[in-house]
């Protein structure tokens, strides 16, 4: 007589949970290849000293003018000045003020949004119409008059003004997106329990307003780190931004590039993609960090 046993199967185990990063490029591809594109920048920005072929301010008359070639891979410039390795030096140049720029507009402006819902009543009236008079200049255009106005400062290469007149722009825009999302904050009642335990405003702004408008702040942030590098790229192009030998890449499509654009077009074809590049990245991962992050975006 033989006793049947029950029929067991092995569980199968359970799926690894995947990372918040891992889950993003797996949700977003188009968010992907945008990352894949920044990192990349940034790496040419950060290793420029040992990934550029040769010296970007290096003069060579030889070369004056030479097309795309394997010893020049992007041509030269009127000085004899390689172009690919201007690119790579100036990837850094863009970086560097576009993300200073956003980080500082946008955390000012997040700060700001975030006041003005918290306070209401006259200081969020006092915020929100100084907050309209920046908003009726074009980003490019306000940024033209604060740095006409202020000059030039420099702290370490870097022109800390061009900077602050790129970032004052941002702000109000920020400062808007920011508010509407902190006035849903405003009435939660963990904010109406720390009112009545008497912390202060700065701690209730802070500690328990701020890590709730995290998300719009990041989104804002990508997005306008795009911005920047379109308005450094065009003040430096009118001769307001970043000044001669620094390689950027506004600077290079000005001057020389505009008089031999006929004889040399590398001179503006190259410096042009690098710039729409950057900018189409930036936005394309700006959109789809807000797709991840907004669960009214995920079906």
Known sequence: ??????????????PRPRGPIAEFLRQQPLGAASFVIICVMMFAGIFS????????L???????????????????????????????????????????????????????GIASAYFGGRIDTIIQRVMDVLLAFPIIVLALVVVAALGRLL??????????????????RVARVVRAAAFSVR??????????????HARIIFRHMAPNVVAPYLIMLTAFIAQ????????????????????????????????????APW???????????????????????????DPRFKV
């Not at 003069?59 to 690119?87: E, K, M, N």
């Not at 009435?187 to 202060?200: N, Q």
């Open 58 to 112: 290096a003069i060579d008359f030889a070369s004056i003018l030479a097309p795309p070639s394997w010893d020049h891979w992007c041509g030269t410039d009127a000085y004899g000045r390689d172009i690919c390795s201007r690119l790579i030096y100036g990837s850094r140049t863009a970086l560097v003020i576009g993300f200073t720029s956003s980080f500082i507009g946008s955390s000012i402006g997040a700060i700001l």
């Open 267 to 293: 001179m503006i074809l190259f410096p042009g993609v690098a710039i729409s590049l950057a900018v189409f990245a930036f936005n394309l991962f700006g959109d789809s960090l807000r797709d991840f992050l």
């Open 187 to 200: 009435v939660m009642p963990y904010v109406d329990a720390a009112r009545a335990a008497g912390y202060s």
């Open 1 to 14: 007589m033989t006793i049947a046993l029950p029929h067991t199967t092995v569980a199968e185990a359970a």
């Open 155 to 172: 702290v370490w290469g870097i022109d800390i003004n061009l900077i602050v007149a790129i970032a004052i722009p941002i702000l109000p």
């Open 228 to 263: 920047a590098i379109l308005a450094e790229a065009s003040l430096s192009f009118l001769g307001l931004g970043v000044q001669e030998p620094t390689a950027a890449w506004g600077l290079m499509l000005s001057g020389n590039a505009s008089d031999f654009y006929r004889q």
């Open 49 to 56: 000293e040992w990934v550029s072929p040769y010296d970007p």
